[in-house]
């Protein structure tokens, strides 16, 4: 009895095995035009909708050569499990590499554009290094230029300062001998003045005495 028991517990759990090896596992609709999708595990049964080579389906439980799926759109029902594979068919393949060719191609595309934006700024950048590399040419010319006039600036204004200075001194000189100049004529004309003064009264004193002289005589 104990062994009969033993037996249909490892049957039960075989016949569970089967039912459920497939449980939430993706298959595809094989290599025929349309797979009907029915109600029930038989053909006494409604057909629910038909599917076509290649759609894939949710395996949910098999049964006597049927199994139980869903699809992709929301239906569940029974379909002949022999016209289920689980190797994706080839026109599936084909969508996929497809699908992976456009993406591939899409990227190409993108990458291609960024590419092209990415050479643009390139050469936009490196015009303007030109151009700045111009401009710090010409600033360093003019840096050096002004270095050079700074120097001769510099040595115009030392040989400026030195006549400027000796000028200077000349004119403080030459001031210095009109003011004696000056003083020296000033001296000698105030000198003739008063020895004229005194010419013209010592004329004047003895033409006054001779004057005299005359008139005691007549």
Not at 65 to 94: C, F, H, Q, R
């Amino acid at each position: 009895m104990k062994n009969y028991l033993a037996v249909l517990l490892v049957a039960f759990i075989l016949i569970i095995g089967y039912t459920t090896v497939c449980f939430a596992k993706d298959m595809y609709v094989g290599d025929i035009n349309k797979l009907n999708l029915r109600s029930g595990k038989g053909v006494k049964y409604r057909v629910i909708t038909t599917l076509g080579p290649g759609e894939k389906v949710t395996v949910m439980s098999t049964a006597n050569g049927w199994i139980k799926v869903g699809t992709m759109d929301g239906n569940e029902g029974w379909v002949v499990s022999k016209y289920l594979t689980s190797e994706k068919p080839a026109n599936v393949k084909i969508e996929d590499l497809k699908i992976q060719m456009e993406t591939v191609q899409e990227q190409l595309e993108i990458s291609t554009i960024e590419n092209r934006k990415l050479k643009e700024e390139n050469i936009n950048l490196t015009t303007r290094l030109n151009e700045n590399s111009i401009k710090l040419g010409n600033v360093k010319k003019s840096f050096n230029d002004l270095k050079t006039d700074s120097v001769e600036y510099l040595t115009l204004k030392e040989k400026y300062d030195k006549i400027a200075k000796g000028v200077n001194e000349k004119d403080a000189r030459i001031r210095s001998l009109e003011n004696k100049v000056d003083d020296q004529y000033i001296s000698m004309a105030v000198k003739w003045s008063l020895t004229g003064a005194g010419i013209l009264l010592v004329g004047f004193f003895l033409g006054s005495r001779t004057k005299r002289k005359r008139s005691s005589l007549l």
